[in-house]
């Protein structure tokens, strides 16, 4: 007997994590695009705005507030902080669960989130049954959750980078450095000076220097790993690429440790989970682009007494569109991995 599929919206799929979900979406196995959205585009064909979907998806973009959302399982906001959670509030007692990618309901509380993101929450109930979809360290809470804040890319990677070390308690937590440098997707599709061709061409820099909200996702995160409070000294940098993200983190041992010893906590830890690969040499961008894979590379270096650890993802799959497929699987209780097995794209 035919088994009826899931049926799903992409809200802002006229961007760029928007279209990398219709991307994985159009063709996994379980679900079936119902809606597809954008205010600026609404009417046109998905595949006019973005060429690549031609006989593939050829939806037509809807504007988010005409969809009707009465027979949706899961929605996916692909939107930025600040507007998702308009539309969190707006369909909060609806059947669909949501998948947010931005945001607004990461931290712990609307006070943490005003603070570090210097806007107002409007829909401050959401925080109370929000989960922090990150699959590897809370996938159990993901399966039976309404709402998932997807997390952000930067933190994405950071978080796994050093995992097995705070979970195991292995690291003076006020010791944490993380040098973190992304492609330029991440800034999204808009347009700015930032994102000019002759500001990032040839060209690279830091920015957010002490202060990007990330920090403070990175902070809960591992202090909920190690229940204990963590500082962590984050440092963001913009690349000349499309897209990717690599973090070198820095941390100093409670006790001496060796590689071997260091390479088997990170073994262990990501035994069960197969999109994590612990690699033996030092990972690059390319290694993972196109897909679900972080690469880790676990490092002592005895001569510091430093442990460092390189994780690469891709920004736009690992970092946002295939993590929420990943969190959509799990709620919906499928194999973890359907629909995520794309080998990544090199060169
Ligand atoms: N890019 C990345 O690498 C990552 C992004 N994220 C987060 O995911 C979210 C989406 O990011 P990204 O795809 O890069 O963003 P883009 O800027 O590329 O796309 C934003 C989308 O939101 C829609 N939109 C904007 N304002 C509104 C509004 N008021 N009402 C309805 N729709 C609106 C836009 O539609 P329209 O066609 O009308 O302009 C567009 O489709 C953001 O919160 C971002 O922080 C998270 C991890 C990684
Ligand atoms: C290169 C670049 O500009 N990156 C973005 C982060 C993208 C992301 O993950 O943002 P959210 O946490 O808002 O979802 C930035 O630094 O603001």
Redesign the pocket.
Known sequence: MKRNKHKIAI?????????ELTRLLASHPEVEIKHI??????GKAFSELHPQFLNIVDLT?EK?DIIDTADLDIIF?????G??M??VGRWKDKNAKIID????FRLRSPAVYEAWYQKKHSFQEGFSNAVYGLPELTGEKVKSSQLIA????YPTASILSVAPLFANKLVENDTLIIDAK?GL??????ASDTTHFSNVNENFKPYGIGSHRHTIEIEEQLSTLCEEGVTVQFTPHLLPVD?GILVTSYAKPKNEIDSEQLRKVYDDFYQEHPFIRIRDKAPSLKDVRGSHYCDIYPFWDSRTKRIISIAVID??LK??ASEAVHNMNLMLGIDQQTGLKQIPLKP
Do not use: M, Q, W, Y
Request: proline share 4%; with cysteine.
């Open positions: 809200v802002g799929a006229s961007g760029f994590t928007g279209s959205t954008s205010e600026s585009h609404a973009l988010a906001l692909a939107l930025p902080h507007v998702s308009e539309f990618l931005s945001g607004d997807n997390p952000g890319c992304s997707t991440g800034a999204g599709i808009k897209r920004n736009l970092g946002a």
